[in-house]
């Protein structure tokens, strides 16, 4: 029996204790997209100047370029992918504008790079009714939460326009969320990393604090191999973050450790 307690205190000792949100920021790179130009005939100077300016300007993000030829198509297009996965296509170069950055993003990296748990999108409808009874249940779940102060919430309207790109990568996080005209909770922390949404009445205060358990609760080798959510597009600023905040709510609150 001594020795058995002597293997688990090292087991113990060896466990990580860094919450999900803060290892996911310092240690993980996002996954990439690639951005495919397809062309049937052999692209002309200009197309290659052209594609050569998109490459350039999307290279600090988590993307690559690259051109395929494809002798069945009508005509060239650009295609956006997630691994195997097509989230969106493009007619013109034109439409690629704003793909890799935008104001939302940058103020939700900002706030993540700030030391902040998470941010909580709120992706609305336009739908009054629905939107306002989403937001106030966000409200209820962060006022019984001992992490409020370091989660931030910001609401965005799927008919932006200036942040078309941004909603768009965020639809794709589930590729049946398009067809669905319900608010949406997305929880972004890490390097724009974003859960899987709670949408209509799966916005409630428990699945609210489910998510937040789960940034919250120490990493452990199954959630590194296996970490939910979809990185979203963006320019590749993330180094030296400020320290997670969450360390000072759990010194001056032990009792949260054994939660």
Known sequence: MHVKI????????????????EWVLLNTEPNRYTLVYFY???PGELIK??????????????????????????????GLYYGNRLFSSFDDPESLNGLTTSPMREKIAAEVMSGKLCVLLYLTTGNPDKDDRGMQIIRNALAASPYKEII????????????????????????DLRAINEPMVFG??????ALEPLLGKGISEENIGL???????????????????????????????TAALINGILDENPLLLHH
Not at 12 to 17: E, H, K, Q, V, W
Not at 231 to 238: A, C, E, K, Q, V
């Open 152 to 175: 931030s919430v910001t609401s965005l309207s799927r008919t932006s326009k200036e942040e078309a790109h941004f909603v768009s990568l965020l639809l794709n996080v589930e590729d």
């Open 211 to 241: 998510m937040i358990d789960f940034l919250t609760a120490d990493c452990s080798c199954l959630i590194k191999d296996d970490m939910p959510g979809t990185d979203i597009l963006f320019t590749n600023r993330w180094d030296n973050p």
């Open 49 to 78: 100047k052209q594609n050569s300016v998109i490459s350039e300007n999307i290279k600090s993000a988590n993307i690559e370029f690259r051109s395929v030829g494809r002798k069945e198509i009508k005509k060239p297009y650009y």
């Open 6 to 21: 002597l293997i688990l205190g090292a087991f113990l000792s060896l466990a990580c204790t860094t919450k999900v949100s």
């Open 40 to 42: 049937k005939d052999v």
């Open 188 to 193: 972004i922390f890490g390097r724009f990393k």
